[in-house]
């Protein structure tokens, strides 16, 4: 028996001629939470899509608790995934979208969603439709959070929300997943809020895995040197930098892998924090494979 939620075995995903998902294979153990980073157009909402069933890949396997997730009720009562541009019927208030979620997730807690609505200050006398972008966002938390499905998918679940209510959003989410562990794969852009919850790092570039790692891992897995350009220069060809930017006289460049035990004189160096080391994979053609 494995203790892995999912399991992705070379999925690739085609829309025509373009390719969304190149061979991905990895997998993600039950009760973790997992960061799933990337840039635009990276395949993540791709990805998240096959492990919720809405759709299946062109080549490869997806398995959620063993079953193939596409068309199958079993996987779908357990699974949870709003995406972030998610629609509702043009006459639906924030009661008729409460009402309905029982019939889609066999362990929805009204109560807690009405205490998430509350919580965050849903309208109840205002048609969804016209709600903001981050009212919709709220929306999207209480019912995923309050589905307490074993699978729980966020696709960028903070959008159009202030600081405050991003903050709130990372406090329920630990609070409810202590209470009710579950599995957990959240997309973001805010790689530096929510670095401190995530179990586990899948990083997509181009639709590949580029970082595939445990959170305890991340420390070493980038570092960045800053110094005179021309020195940084020669450290990044001889040591294949996946980014060097420069300004004047001076330059930085970033690397894969752990700080070196030394570097040459008047170069500066440090690790790479993740964020950062997220924007060079995104902005590095071969990206980095751990």
Same mark, same amino acid.
């Given at each position: 028996m494995t203790d892995n939620a999912i399991n992705l075995s070379g999925v690739t995903r085609r829309f025509g001629s373009v390719t969304a998902l190149d061979e991905v294979t990895t997998s993600i153990k039950t009760g973790q939470i997992c960061g799933l980073l990337g840039s635009n157009g990276a395949g993540k909402t791709t990805l998240m899509s096959l492990i #919720? !069933?809405?759709?299946? @890949? /062109? *080549? !490869?396997?997806? &398995? %959620?608790?063993?079953?193939r997730p596409f068309e199958s009720a079993a996987v779908a009562a357990q699974t949870c995934f709003i995406r972030d541009n998610q629609r509702y019927p043009d006459d639906y208030k924030l009661t008729h979208a409460l009402r309905i979620a029982p019939a889609f997730h066999p362990h929805w807690d009204s109560d807690y969603a009405q205490e998430l609505a509350e919580n965050f200050r849903l309208p109840t006398k205002t048609d969804t439709k016209k709600f903001s972008r981050g009212q919709l966002s709220a929306l999207a938390i209480t019912m995923t959070l309050a589905s307490r499905a @074993?699978? /729980?998918?966020?696709?960028e679940p903070y959008l159009g929300l202030d600081v405050s209510a991003r903050h709130k959003f990372y406090e329920v989410l630990i609070e409810d997943y202590t209470r009710h562990p579950r599995t957990i794969v959240l997309s973001t852009h805010l790689v530096g809020e929510m670095q401190s919850i995530f179990d586990h790092v899948i990083v997509l570039h $181009? !639709?590949? %895995? $580029?970082? *595939? #790692?445990? #959170? *305890?891992?991340?420390?070493?897995? !980038?570092? &960045?040197?800053?110094?005179?350009?021309? /020195? %940084?220069? /020669?450290?990044a060809d001889e040591n294949a930098a996946m980014t060097v930017r420069a300004v004047g006289s001076l330059a930085t460049a970033t690397f894969a892998g752990p700080v070196p035990s030394s570097v040459p004189a008047g170069l500066d160096v440090r690790d790479l924090p993740l964020h950062d080391l997220v924007a060079a994979i995104g902005d590095n053609q071969q990206g980095v494979k751990s």
């Open positions: #919720a !069933g809405h759709d299946q @890949p /062109t *080549d !490869g396997r997806v &398995e %959620v608790h063993g079953k @074993p699978i /729980t998918i966020f696709d $181009h !639709g590949k %895995v $580029h970082l *595939d #790692a445990a #959170a *305890d891992d991340l420390q070493s897995l !980038g570092y &960045e040197v800053s110094g005179r350009a021309e /020195t %940084v220069r /020669t450290w």
